[in-house]
């Protein structure tokens, strides 16, 4: 079992960037996979990015790709999302997630989930 905090959300202007964190619990941490995933209000949840528990492995939505970077630094058990020139329809709440298994872009592929972060992008 593993227990997922977010942290790294905030209020940022158009074209800017932000670093999310995703610090987890668990002596196996590199077991897990973890993705991201961001909900606005009135939204389905949407998938961001994930990444193999090794690290080896990424996976982005269409939404970011070429403006996110998933990483992940086992030895501090932390999962990394790395967002660049973002923009207002990235405003949503930010929830990362955990699988024992493969990275996915399914929601309903991870079995832990944190409390979500905020990120707010003005125009």
């Known amino acids: 079992q593993v227990q997922l905090v977010e942290s790294g959300g905030g209020l940022v202007q158009a074209g800017g960037s932000l670093r999310l964190s995703c610090a987890a619990s668990g002596r196996t941490f590199n077991a897990y996979a973890i993705g991201w995933f961001r909900q606005a209000p009135g939204k389905e949840r949407e998938f961001v990015a994930a990444?193999?528990?090794?690290?080896?492995?990424?996976v982005y939505g269409d939404s970011v790709k070429g403006r996110a970077t998933i990483s992940r630094d086992n030895a501090k058990n932390t999962v990394y999302l790395q967002m660049n020139r973002l923009k207002p329809e990235d405003t949503a709440v930010y929830y990362c997630?955990?699988?024992?298994?493969?990275?996915?872009?399914?929601?309903?592929?991870?079995?832990?989930w944190g409390q979500g972060t905020q990120v707010t992008v003005s125009s």
């Open positions: 990444i193999s528990g090794s690290g080896g492995i990424t």
């Open positions: 997630a955990a699988t024992y298994s493969s990275p996915s872009i399914k929601v309903a592929s991870y079995n832990y």
